[in-house]
């Protein structure tokens, strides 16, 4: 039967021309930069919209009008940099702890195997506490002062370092170390000009995790005895369940984390030319 | 520098490899190794390199290498293995570097392997902007650079399409006649062979023996890429091969 229809097509169709329909369409992503300008404005205007009709009542959320104003309110005051001030120290100090431990703990675990059978269930074991239940047990190691807070982000940042540093260097190409052996070049040396080049993009991907963590685990560092800090000014608003200004902490946070995401890509694409 | 191998015999875990290799390597003088895939081939470069132990049988270099040779046993690679962060030039200064060598001494070895493998407007570029056969000739300048006694190639042109094999087969030629090197040079590919090689060791399938050794008198120099006497040669060799090649393809791997 089938050879019959094929031929009855082929003889009635044999005038008809038509072009090749195009399948190939999609899967490849692009960037499209103004999505996202596009994406946060129509969020932001459902919001204000549907909070000024009163579709939307306040008690739910905050007008995004009188969350900027609460911003501008704090910057005017100078409480914005007196909160800022002490949040990013806590956060460039303890995630430059974490990431520096991290990085060189991944790359001894990508290197030995007596460390990486010996390291790995313990990184495995400590990466899935929450590491908020272990902030009593820093204040009484380190104080309740700056040190808990340091130890804590640090603590955060640096198991998905670490996670991310050994992955990279298990997928630095082989066939380069072996080049570098044949050539009769030095440990050091290999260590040094192949493996960890090779495992830049990996690290660097790692980072915006760990980073994110950081930022995550800020308010969590500030929930005891700390006075002033974007996490502590969110948590007393948090308390007293007032929404502007909660929002407005939160709205301070989430620009931090775009503010890193945009250093990492800077960094990225200045060390990561070579790539294709 | 000679290289002596006797009664090398190699295995990974339980399976043999390489059975009872004999062979020397003269000085200033191209041996080709050709066989079916799989037979041991690399891995014999890779003993004969050190970067594997034999189990079995020695290897033995005879004479030492030329006194400003850095590295007497020196690779080139099927997939060039250049550090994609690194320039041209970079790649090539990373073999010098471990070596206390003045920055006038490194940049006169640089200049030199670059101009002689035509490499000097590319200089900066990185291995991301080069051609394949671009690659492979700073594989080769790179290699050149550490003045090796022995080249071990392994397939280096084999991830090249055939133009421009053609072309680093004559860049290749051009080399040993400015300045002749020894080199062991492994293929499959058999007009490459016997356009190469002063020498040609045929090996069977796995566990590669050695069953067929052909010396070539012709000069390389005058090989031709079209040419009667190697077509001899290579139906020669084609029709020892053809067994053994038939009978690999039809082995199931053991994998």
């Known amino acids: 039967m089938s050879s019959k229809k094929h031929n009855s097509n082929s003889s009635n169709n044999i005038n008809i021309n038509k072009p090749v329909p195009f399948v190939g369409k999609g899967y490849q992503p692009k960037t499209r930069r103004w999505m996202s300008y596009f994406v946060f404005f129509i969020i932001i205007a459902i919001l204000e919209l549907g909070t000024t009709t009163g579709v939307i009542s306040s008690l739910t959320m905050p007008k995004p009008s009188d969350v900027l104003g609460t911003i501008i309110e704090l910057f005017e005051s100078g409480l914005l940099f007196k909160h800022l001030m002490p949040s990013t120290l806590r956060l460039v100090v303890g995630a430059l702890i974490g990431i520096s431990l991290g990085i060189t703990i991944g790359t001894l675990i990508g290197l030995f195997s007596y460390i990486r059978s010996g390291l790995v269930p313990v990184i495995a074991a400590i990466f899935p506490i929450p590491k908020i239940a272990l902030l009593p047990l820093f204040v009484i190691w380190f104080g309740i002062g700056e040190g808990s807070k340091y130890a804590l982000i640090a603590l955060g940042s640096f198991t998905p370092t670490v996670v991310a540093t050994y992955g990279a260097v298990d997928n630095v190409d082989r066939t380069l170390i072996r080049m570098g052996q044949s050539f009769g070049l030095s440990w050091i040396s290999i260590v040094y000009k192949i493996v960890l080049p090779g495992a830049m993009p990996g690290i660097l991907s790692g980072l915006r995790i760990s980073l994110a963590i950081a930022i995550i685990l800020l308010v969590a560092a500030e929930m005891l005895g700390a006075e002033y800090g974007i996490g502590a000014y969110i948590l007393e608003a948090g308390s007293l369940y007032d929404l502007e200004r909660l929002f407005a902490g939160v709205t301070i946070l989430s620009v931090l984390g775009i503010i890193v995401s945009v250093l990492i890509t800077m960094i990225e694409q200045k060390i990561l030319k070579w790539r294709i | ?255």
């Not at chain 2, 007497?72 to 010098?96: C, G, H, K």
């Not at chain 2, 084609?238 to 009978?247: L, P, Q, V």
Request: hydrophobic share 40%.
């Open chain 2, 1 to 255: 520098m000679n290289i002596q191998i006797n009664n090398l015999s190699h295995f990974y875990d339980d399976s043999k490899v390489l059975n009872d290799i004999n062979l020397e390597i003269m000085d200033g003088q191209i041996l080709s190794i050709i066989g079916p895939s799989g037979c041991g081939k690399s891995t014999l470069l890779r003993l004969i390199g050190g970067l594997e132990k034999p189990s079995s049988g020695e290897i033995t270099q005879i004479g030492s290498p030329p006194l400003d040779c850095l590295n007497a046993m020196t690779y080139i690679f099927q997939d060039f293995a250049l550090l994609p962060w690194r320039t041209v030039e970079e790649n090539i200064s990373l073999v010098l570097e471990d070596h206390s060598l003045s920055s006038e001494v490194k940049r006169s070895v640089i200049d030199d392997v670059l101009d002689r493998t035509k490499l000097k407007d590319f200089s900066y570029a990185l291995p991301k902007q080069l051609s394949g056969g671009m690659k492979q000739r700073v594989a080769i300048a790179r290699a050149l650079a550490v003045n090796p006694a022995v080249l071990l190639m392994d397939e280096p042109l084999s991830a090249l399409d055939s133009q421009t094999r053609e072309l680093l087969l004559e860049d290749f030629i051009n080399l040993w006649h400015r300045k002749p090197f020894t080199a062991v040079y492994i293929t499959h590919n058999l007009s490459e062979a016997v356009r190469l090689g002063h020498k040609i060791i045929v090996l069977s399938r796995r566990p590669g023996k050695i069953i067929e050794t052909i010396n070539i008198e012709k000069p390389i120099v005058d090989r031709k890429s079209i040419d009667k006497d190697l077509d001899q040669y290579q139906k020669y060799l084609w029709d020892i091969m053809h067994d053994e090649a038939r009978a690999t393809d039809a082995e199931l791997l053991n994998v």
